[in-house]
């Protein structure tokens, strides 16, 4: 195979760090803008928290600073933006970018022995993009009737023009609708890159998890960020031009459209999406999970094809989200026996992850602690879902704070800590240096704790029946009691959000104190790690020739001949002769 | 090695002084949370069902995590890791483990089908039962009005008995509710009778339930509807036979004496819909909907 070709490794500052082609930096850039985003939103979680802990009192700190026209308090006009803008920016704004953008662009072409992304240029127009649908979300804060207020889910008729009127909804709406153009231009070039730039020898069933959690991811982006583009785009029509898609009963002129079809128009999206921020984060647990427990990831295949499963049966599983709006009772059985079929492949891969610790040789280091805490908070989430997904317990805990705390659980636990794994783990590779351990053990341990009380907290405020996007709980008698829960729930979301300062420091720190990183620190044979930390601008003097899957530790043989417990995808045995293409006989049970 | 023992240590004394506060938090738990009371008749089906899945599911949170930490516990760094892509006994876990979860699922699912079918989406024998009470809900920012059809039994005549927020109903007979929105989605939601429908403009949804306790109970909406989202609140009150007859005639005669033909905002009702639909069927409510009135008096 001819070497891939290489765009010059640019010299102007301006090329190289700002508009550059190389995937690594823009990388870099997806995950600053996705950090930056990430503590808005949790920011504005803690308001949220603060005014469930103590409604109406001024909110310290934040609230003289920009609630001075309410005495720092935050009124019900406002609350609505502040929960609406939380569930976007955290969304599309923070936890996309990191894991997707970052991760995405970081480990795809690194972990496949690739030079750089198919498309260079799409891939720094996506950053860039996705650097406008930033700017549109801020935007939105400063417009003279607030931020978007409709709910994450900006359900018609509430998020049309007369239900919430003003440019903030509106460009909420636009940035969502530019930050999809920005993902889809991000997944054509990683499914295109995955196909087409593996190194030699490097098989499907060779590559890392982490690339086929990213794969699929983005192969879901690609086929229904559109559906919610063109939702978005035919509510943008009926917001500005007076269109009625969405609008129906006494508020539509003449007839009007269907508020239900944008439900199905987001949920087609908005389901899959669950598993578009959720499957890179399998994928890097099954990895970690097998290199710090020093053994192949249990039954390789067999979460492949649990993670294809997953990916083709995503989109006809979505309408769980719409058990009570009134569709047709066939229709909610069939997507309730969707449901129920889903999960199965979910529950293989959680068996694979707890059998790939078991007999291994288990080192608690950072990354490890946080995909263990992953899986813990990812089952408790997963295993919630099974109430929301029957039909009939779903009518009592439906738009319940239940429903807040499972997909808290699942998606933003689950993806958060992920995260964390994978930022701990590929650091030294990005930044050439070494994360504070003692730091991160500490930052782990807070951040596992809190956010597992944070959101059973939730859990059980909604088991209790507190409705979700309730301003003052309490007005209701029946959630009076209610008040004690949500109060230890805010100051444990306070805790949380205070424990990332050991986080903060150390990522920023450790760039400048850290000890200079090995290239192959944690002793693991992907291909990623066999080249400099950092990596040089072409990644890869050779096109490494790939002979072996992504996790062979502890290999009997390898020990033997090698002396340690790992060897490298593309490292020849003493005795082996590379050839690129796998030999079916010979390969038996390694591939 | 010393070091990372070290932060582990003060990691380990950190979660201690964490102790006292989750044992707070427990006891605040303890004071009387969980599901509110159940007034209905059939909201014990649902109530079995999550507490069935709670220990289910409680169980296998309890097995994850036991294997998590023993197999972190005593495999640790001096232990030498198995070399095993697959192993004959993990295939045999996994299939055990994964089957058990199918089982219980398809458990759950098939309870859950059932009391749909019979109970939930039965509004045929709800509507056929003698002393039903049928009421048309209109939703709007930010109030719920009620109308019953009076002793005539058809909807939008002059002896309708119309209410806001405030929903009275008969002990021991089906309440069956027919519900639409004139602006933005609601959700009509009874905790104590474990129902929750949405109120869609444009659309008739339904729901029914029986409620068995006398009392005041609490109606909430569980769609976010705009600002005062939070304050949509009714009372839903369960009388006993007569003194809900006697409320109805009187509410009903009222409503008569002061009965204006020509407020045809008022007349917000629509023709009972047919209680046994085909499925697939949405019944639809866009000609119905009154289109003069603008929901923001609220
Ligand atoms: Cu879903
Ligand atoms: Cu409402």
């Known amino acids: 195979m001819d070497l891939q070709p290489i765009h010059p490794e640019p010299k102007s ?12 930096v823009i990388a870099k850039q997806f995950l600053w803008a996705g950090l930056l985003f990430l503590l808005f939103g949790g920011t504005l979680a803690m308001m949220i928290r603060w005014q469930w802990a103590y409604p109406m009192k001024p909110v310290p700190i934040l609230g003289p600073l920009l609630l001075s026209k309410t005495g720092g308090a935050i009124t019900p006009a406002l609350y609505p933006a502040i929960f609406t803008m939380h569930g976007l920016i955290m969304i599309f704004f923070a936890i996309t970018p990191i894991l997707i953008g970052a991760f995405g662009n970081y480990t795809i072409p690194l972990m496949i022995g690739a030079r750089d992304m198919a498309f260079p240029t799409l891939n720094m127009l996506s950053f860039w993009t996705f650097l406008v649908s930033q700017g549109l979300m801020i935007a939105a804060f400063f417009q003279k009737m607030g931020a978007a207020a409709a709910g994450w889910t900006t359900y018609p008729p509430l998020s049309d023009s007369v239900g919430t ?14 930050t999809g153009v920005s993902t889809i231009m991000g997944g054509i070039n990683y499914v295109t890159t995955v196909i087409r730039f593996r190194a030699p020898g490097m098989t499907y069933m060779r590559m890392p998890l982490t690339v086929w959690g990213l794969w699929l991811t983005s192969i879901l982006n690609i086929l229904f960020v559109p559906v919610l583009g063109s939702g978005g785009l035919l509510l943008l029509l009926d917001r500005l031009f007076g269109t009625q898609f969405f609008i129906a009963g006494a508020s539509a002129v003449n007839g009007g459209g ?80 969707f449901t129920v079929m889903i999960s199965v492949p979910a529950e293989i891969l959680f068996v694979n992850w707890l059998l790939t610790i078991t007999k291994g040789s288990i080192r608690l280091e950072p990354p490890m602690l946080f995909a263990l805490g992953t899986v813990f908070v990812f089952g408790l989430g997963g295993l919630t879902g099974l109430f929301l997904a029957i039909m009939s317990m779903d009518l009592y805990l439906h738009d319940t704070m ?24 590929w650091y030294p590779k990005m930044f050439g240096r070494e994360m504070n351990k003692t730091l991160g053990y500490a930052h782990f341990w807070l951040s ?35 008040l004690g829960v949500n109060q230890w729930t805010s100051y444990f979301a306070f805790a949380l959000y205070f424990t990332q300062i050991l986080f903060v420091y150390n990522f920023v720190a450790s760039m400048f104190l850290g000890e200079k990183a090995a290239e192959n620190p944690w002793q693991v044979g992907t291909l990623d790690w066999a080249t400099p930390s950092p990596p040089p601008h072409h990644n890869f003097d050779v096109v490494p020739l790939v002979l072996r899957g992504p996790h062979e530790l502890s290999d009997p043989e390898v020990i033997r001949s090698l002396g340690r417990d790992w060897i490298g995808q593309a490292e020849a045995l003493p005795d082996e002769r590379p050839v690129a293409e796998p030999a079916r006989a010979a390969e038996g049970g390694r591939a | ?58 169980i296998m949170f309890a097995i994850m995590v036991a294997w998590m930490v023993t197999a972190c516990l005593i495999h640790g760094r001096k232990h030498r890791a198995e070399y095993a892509h697959t192993t004959p006994r993990g295939q045999k876990l996994l299939v055990a483990i994964v089957g058990v979860l199918v089982l219980a699922d398809a458990e759950l699912y098939l309870k859950s089908l059932f009391d749909m079918n019979d109970t939930f989406w039965n509004f ?13 809900v209109n939703a709007h920012q930010w109030a719920w009005q009620a109308r019953y059809a009076g002793p005539d039994g058809r909807f939008n005549t002059a002896d309708d008995i119309v209410t806001l927020n405030d929903f009275r109903v008969p002990q021991g007979a089906p309440v069956l509710i027919q519900l639409t929105s004139t602006d933005v989605i609601h959700s009509f939601y009874l905790p104590n009778f474990r129902v929750k429908q949405d109120a869609m403009p444009g659309m008739v949804n339904r729901l029914w339930f029986k409620p068995m306790e006398t009392g005041e109970y609490e109606i909430g909406c569980a769609q976010h509807c705009g600002v005062n989202h939070y304050k949509m609140r009714a009372l839903l009150t369960v009388l006993p036979k007569e003194a809900y007859d006697r409320w109805a005639a009187e509410a009903s005669a009222n409503s008569a004496r002061g009965f204006d033909a020509d407020d045809v905002v008022a007349h917000w009702g629509w023709d009972w819909k047919d209680p046994k639909p085909v499925e697939g069927d949405v019944p639809r409510a866009a000609e119905q909907a009154p289109k003069s009135q603008n929901g923001k008096e609220g």
């Open chain 1, 13 to 24: 500052f301006l090329r190289r760090y700002v508009f550059s082609l190389d995937h690594k």
């Open chain 2, 124 to 136: 045929e024998a709800a509507d056929q039962a003698k002393d039903v009470v049928r009421i048309e």
């Open chain 1, 448 to 482: 596992t704790v809190f956010i597992t009380l944070v959101f059973t907290g939730q859990l059980v405020a909604g088991y209790s029946g507190q409705q979700r996007r309730l301003f003052e709980p309490y007005q209701y008698q029946f959630l009076h009691h209610l």
């Open chain 2, 1 to 58: 090695m010393t070091k990372a023992k070290r932060a582990l240590q003060a990691v380990a004394l950190s979660a201690l002084t964490l102790l006292p506060a989750v044992a707070r938090a427990g006891v605040v738990v303890a004071q009387g949370l969980g599901l509110p009371p159940d007034a209905s008749q059939d909201g014990h089906k649902i109530d079995g069902l999550i507490h069935e899945t709670l220990i289910f599911i409680g």
């Open chain 1, 258 to 337: 269907d508020p239900l079809v944008f439900q199905h128009l987001f949920w087609i999206f908005g389901h899959p999406e669950v598993y578009i921020l959720i499957l890179p984060a399998w994928g890097i647990l099954c990895d970690l999970l097998s290199f710090f427990a020093r053994k192949p990831a249990y039954f390789y295949k067999g979460s492949v094809y649990a993670m294809v499963a997953v990916t083709l049966l995503s989109a006809v599983v979505y309408g769980h989200h719409m058990y009570v709006t009134g569709m047709s009772p066939l229709l909610g059985k069939g997507f309730m026996t």
């Open chain 1, 402 to 425: 239940f429903v807040v705390g499972h997909f808290h659980l699942t998606m933003a636990s689950a993806s958060f800590l992920a995260s964390l794994a994978g930022i701990y783990f």
């Open chain 1, 165 to 178: 009127p003003g440019w903030g909804q509106t460009l909420a709406v636009l940035a969502i609708f530019v």
